[in-house]
């Protein structure tokens, strides 16, 4: 069983047009803190950002937000958190909230959100880290998403072992449940010449 002190959420700094996203998010951040798990998120006070920290916040979790000097001065850090770090750019705050992390959720969200997650999946790929990658598939809000690396799959662009690291699960307890028994794959991402 994987050891999770910390879970870094990756969400939209809107609220979306569905209030399912927020109370989703906020729902998750009760999850984490009722578990004892540290959030990690971007720092904001908005959107769903704001949600998944008010909820893990007034469950009495602990969450420790990165955010980049530039939507610091707009007044988007929240300011209650259990810590806030300021960095100067995006690939220093994604960077700093991979470091603090033990596994990455992401829910509902934009391009910003997409960014976050491929990456770590892309890290996670590449045995840059071996952390658990997980979406939360919030009223099937990412089930054309999935179905697309589904498709990349199949044409032979991501490996089944890769796409299997992958956690898509609908329910929360039932994807910290999944990301504490997850299981890295133990094939290279690159081929050999003559594996081609």
């Given at each position: 069983m994987k050891e999770l002190a910390s879970i870094?959420?990756?969400c939209g700094s809107s609220p979306g047009t569905d209030p399912l996203y927020m109370a989703r998010a906020r729902d998750f951040g009760r999850l984490l803190a009722s578990e004892g798990i540290a959030l990690v998120y971007g720092g904001g006070n908005v959107g769903?950002?704001?949600?998944?920290a008010d909820g893990a916040l007034r469950a009495g979790g602990e969450v420790h937000g990165v955010i980049t000097e530039a939507l610091r001065?707009?007044?988007?850090?929240?300011?209650?958190?259990?810590?806030?770090v300021v960095v100067d750019t995006m690939h220093e705050r994604k960077a700093a909230m991979a470091d603090r992390a033990d596994a990455f959720v992401a829910l509902p969200g934009g391009f910003g959100t997409y960014d976050e997650l491929f990456e770590v999946i892309t890290w996670t790929q590449l045995g840059i880290h071996e952390k658990p990658c997980g979406i939360l598939n919030c009223?099937?809000?990412?089930?054309?998403l999935v179905a697309f690396i589904d498709k990349a799959t199949a044409a032979g662009f991501?490996?089944?072992a890769h796409r299997d690291t992958v956690v898509v699960e609908a329910d929360d307890a039932t994807m910290l449940s999944r990301l504490r028994a997850w299981e890295p794959a133990r094939i290279p991402k690159i081929v050999n010449r003559d594996q081609r």
């Amino acid at each position: 069983m994987k050891e999770l002190a910390s879970i870094a959420v990756y969400c939209g700094s809107s609220p979306g047009t569905d209030p399912l996203y927020m109370a989703r998010a906020r729902d998750f951040g009760r999850l984490l803190a009722s578990e004892g798990i540290a959030l990690v998120y971007g720092g904001g006070n908005v959107g769903l950002m704001g949600a998944v920290a008010d909820g893990a916040l007034r469950a009495g979790g602990e969450v420790h937000g990165v955010i980049t000097e530039a939507l610091r001065v707009k007044e988007l850090a929240h300011i209650e958190l259990t810590s806030l770090v300021v960095v100067d750019t995006m690939h220093e705050r994604k960077a700093a909230m991979a470091d603090r992390a033990d596994a990455f959720v992401a829910l509902p969200g934009g391009f910003g959100t997409y960014d976050e997650l491929f990456e770590v999946i892309t890290w996670t790929q590449l045995g840059i880290h071996e952390k658990p990658c997980g979406i939360l598939n919030c009223g099937g809000f990412f089930d054309e998403l999935v179905a697309f690396i589904d498709k990349a799959t199949a044409a032979g662009f991501v490996k089944q072992a890769h796409r299997d690291t992958v956690v898509v699960e609908a329910d929360d307890a039932t994807m910290l449940s999944r990301l504490r028994a997850w299981e890295p794959a133990r094939i290279p991402k690159i081929v050999n010449r003559d594996q081609r």
